[in-house]
T-cell receptor, first 112, second 114 residues
Framework: GQQLNQSPQSMFIQEGEDVSMNCTSSSIFNTWLWYKQEPGEGPVLLIALYKAGELTSNGRLTAQFGITRKDSFLNISASIPSDVGIYFCARTNGGGSEKLVFGKGTKLTVNP | GAGVSQSPSNKVTEKGKDVELRCDPISGHTALYWYRQSLGQGLEFLIYFQGNSAPDKSGLPSDRFSAERTGGSVSTLTIQRTQQEDSAVYLC????????????FGQGTRLTVV
């Protein structure tokens, strides 16, 4: 119940295409976070979601907190080469523990 | 400082030696996390500090790993008798207040055990 299933594991797309990735859990939680990690760097927070059904945008990025509270998706529109990186979903562990649990990541490659 | 600072950025050590990795969190952040990331892999939780509460050590892989946080600020992750499988990037993150789960990461320490 504590694991996050993130898919796809990797994506190879052409510049200008839209991208969609998602994360699911067998348990419900109150927070979903999406991070991006570029080579040699630590992950950087992109979007935070706190309410079921919440839809939040950050530029070309849009993320939604699933209504069942067990899933979330991240969309990137009109991809550009600098979107390359690994995208991680994360959530709190629940049960009073606030440690963050991360998915295994989606590696995105954008071909110019 | 402006962000989470980790040192050293790179560390090469011989198998069997002890290493210390340092994390300076963002000033005022009460929560501090350590994660390990092996090449091409996700983030493996190691330990979590929150204020004066007892740390959550449930992710430490063995008793060779330990961490402390002095004065609620700087943290040190110590790995004793390093093994080759300890080679990874060790990431530290901090979070502003209890219940705020938006963690801010440092650039990590790349540890290579030879």
């Amino acid at each position: 119940g504590q694991q996050l299933n993130q898919s796809p594991q990797s994506m190879f797309i052409q510049e200008g295409e839209d991208v969609s990735m998602n994360c699911t859990s067998s348990s419900i939680f109150n927070t979903w976070l999406w991070y991006k990690q570029e080579p040699g760097e630590g992950p950087v927070l992109l979007i935070a979601l706190y309410k079921a059904g919440e839809l939040t945008s950050n530029g070309r990025l849009t993320a939604q907190f699933g209504i069942t509270r067990k899933d979330s998706f991240l969309n990137i529109s009109a991809s550009i080469p600098s979107d390359v990186g690994i995208y991680f979903c994360a959530r709190t562990n629940g049960g009073g523990s606030e440690k963050l649990v991360f998915g295994k990541g989606t590696k995105l490659t954008v071909n110019p | 400082g402006a962000g989470v600072s980790q040192s050293p950025s790179n560390k090469v050590t011989e198998k069997g030696k002890d290493v210390e990795l340092r994390c300076d969190p963002i000033s005022g952040h009460t929560a501090l996390y350590w994660y390990r990331q092996s090449l091409g892999q996700g983030l493996e939780f190691l330990i979590y500090f929150q204020g004066n509460s007892a740390p959550d050590k449930s992710g430490l892989p063995s008793d060779r790993f330990s961490a402390e946080r002095t004065g609620g600020s700087v943290s040190t992750l110590t790995i004793q008798r390093t093994q080759q499988e300890d080679s990874a990037v060790y990431l530290c993150a901090s979070s502003p207040v209890r219940g705020a789960t938006e963690a801010f990461f440092g650039q990590g320490t790349r540890l290579t055990v030879v």
